[in-house]
Nanobody
């Protein structure tokens, strides 16, 4: 499994931008498909964006498509999420995750991800 640590969260005003980062350690990141999820209190964690091991295939949740960009740098063991035009309802804790079964096919369900970070808080003020 990978050890994942997110960073880059913070407070941003509506319409603003933020880039999240996730550092991976423990194994070579290219063995894994990667994704970002988010969660607000009392709601289920939801898929935001994912990509295959080489970054050539990406997938986005409908609400973020066109505004968020997921990317990875396997040499640096880093995963990124560039977020723009942020909305107050996107206030949440954002998690990065790694999936061994999702290396070539992007997975969207929580159970298919075996490694999780501790999360980073993103707050979008109106």
């Amino acid at each position: 499994q990978l050890q994942l640590v997110e960073s880059g969260g913070g407070l941003v005003t509506a319409g603003g931008s933020l880039t999240l980062s996730c550092t991976a350690a423990g194994r070579q990141m290219e063995y894994y498909g990667m994704a970002w999820f988010r969660q607000v209190p009392e709601k289920e964690r939801e898929f935001v964006a994912g990509l295959t091991w080489n970054g050539r295939t990406t997938m986005y949740a409908v609400p973020v498509k066109g505004r968020f960009t997921i990317s990875r740098d396997n040499d640096k063991s880093m995963l990124y999420l560039q977020m723009s035009s942020l909305k107050p309802e996107e206030t949440a804790t954002y998690y990065c995750a790694a999936s061994g079964v999702g290396k070539t096919i992007i997975r969207q369900t929580l159970s298919e991800y075996g490694s999780w970070g501790q999360g980073t808080q993103v707050t979008v003020s109106s």
